[in-house]
């Protein structure tokens, strides 16, 4: 069963400290994203990978970096956690071509900064 | 501006009841319509896809419909179960470049015993 596997499901972190999300995928997939999820609005974009060491900003990339050091590997980092990147958090992959596919997304991680 | 607009926002019915969600958008040019579910506390899973010359694609009790002119589709659901309860999510793709996917922000069904 191909899957796309987020490290955490829930954490909390205090402000100001460096978060990392990890995103493993099992697909061979050249795409990984990562997005957010906010009550009241649609998936929202943040950075996304077309290839190993590629990375390109998303809609919503200011506070936020990425690395992508193995092409099943995309992970999320939060520089200084601020309270306003509470939020669930959602990596997909996809086939080249990204939305004439379709995504896998993973389950999710809900960040909780205090 | 590219959006899609779902509705309703939210939606109570009864177990084994029909229902059917809308999806309003103005992404153009399109290329790919997808609805996908969202159970609580999960990542979205896909249900269908439609490319812009399709009418009507089905996955087993969901059906989804597809008309390009006016730019709506809407999932309708039919027999409903109680599994059926999460979100439902429109998500469209326009014809200029994979990665400018636009989410609509969700319908939440209830389905009740």
């Known amino acids: 069963d191909v899957k796309v596997t987020q490290s955490s499901r829930y954490l909390v972190k205090r402000t100001g400290e460096k978060v990392f999300l990890e995103c493993v995928q099992d697909m061979d997939h050249e795409n990984m994203f990562w997005y957010r999820q906010d009550p009241g609005l649609g998936l929202r974009l943040i950075y996304f990978?077309?290839?190993?060491?590629?990375?390109e900003k998303g809609d919503i990339p200011e506070g936020y970096s990425v690395s992508r050091e193995k092409k099943e590997r995309f992970s999320l980092i939060l520089e200084s956690a601020s309270t306003n990147q509470t939020s669930m958090y959602l990596c997909a992959s996809s086939l080249p071509l990204g939305g004439n596919y379709g995504y896998t997304f993973g389950s999710g991680t809900r960040l909780t900064v205090v | 501006k590219n959006q899609v607009e779902q509705s309703p926002q939210s939606l109570i019915i009864l177990e084994g009841k029909n229902c059917t969600l809308q999806c309003n958008y103005t992404v153009s040019p399109f290329s790919n319509l997808r609805w996908y579910k969202q159970d609580t506390g999960r990542g979205p899973v896909s249900l269908t896809i439609?490319?812009?010359?399709?009418n009507t694609k089905s996955n087993g009790r969901y059906t989804a419909t597809l008309d390009a002119d006016t730019k709506q589709s809407s999932l309708h659901i039919t027999a409903s179960q109680l599994s059926d309860s999460a979100s439902y999510i429109c998500?469209?793709?326009?014809?200029?470049?994979?990665?400018?996917?636009?989410f609509g922000a969700g319908t939440r069904l209830f389905v009740k015993a």
């Open positions: 990978s077309y290839d190993v060491k590629m990375k």
């Open positions: 439609m490319t812009f010359s399709e």
């Open positions: 998500v469209v793709s326009p014809n200029t470049g994979g990665f400018k996917t636009i």
